[in-house]
């Protein structure tokens, strides 16, 4: 269930920071999203690492319970990826801010560099693409125009 996952991955995110010694300072936020953190950090994100739920399901998948919310991305595999995009060019810094963001080929990515470009003045560009099982995952870097 929802409470069970989340209290996993709460003391996985312990343990994970238990762990990290080279770190002075960490803090792990759990939220939807970039949402509560906007305000704080609109314009200061350097480097951004996004892994979304990409793969196309169903939109009852979305609202499971179980391991299937963390890959099930409804139509297109982008109700997710979709809602971030507005964040993703709010948190970026300019000029040389970058997100890196796992797509396939499901997501339609010509049809997302174009909303990137037209709606947030963000490029997005193919790093790396390689064959996973049944699926081809690309790493896209996205930047400012």
């Known amino acids: 269930d929802d409470d069970n996952n989340n209290n996993n991955?709460?003391?996985?995110?312990?343990?994970?920071?238990?762990?990290?010694?080279?770190?002075r300072a960490m803090e792990f936020v759990e939220c939807d999203l970039a949402t509560p953190l906007l305000d704080r950090l609109?314009?200061?994100?350097?480097?951004?690492?996004?892994?979304?739920?990409?793969v196309p399901t169903d939109d009852v998948e979305i609202r499971g319970s179980g391991i299937e919310i963390s890959?099930?991305?409804?139509?297109d595999g982008r109700r997710v990826i979709d809602r971030a995009l507005p964040q993703i060019a709010r948190l970026l810094r300019r000029p040389d801010g970058a997100c890196y963001?796992?797509?396939v080929d499901d997501n339609l990515p010509r049809e997302l560099a174009s909303e990137l470009r037209d709606e947030h003045g963000l490029k997005?560009?193919?790093?790396?693409?390689?064959?996973?099982?049944n699926e081809y995952l690309s790493v896209q870097k996205i930047s400012w125009l």
């Open 101 to 103: 963001m796992i797509t």
């Open 9 to 23: 991955n709460s003391r996985n995110i312990e343990n994970t920071k238990d762990k990290t010694t080279r770190v």
């Open 71 to 75: 890959w099930a991305g409804g139509r």
């Open 42 to 54: 609109e314009g200061s994100v350097d480097v951004l690492i996004f892994n979304p739920p990409y």
């Open 124 to 133: 997005m560009v193919p790093l790396l693409r390689r064959r996973a099982r």
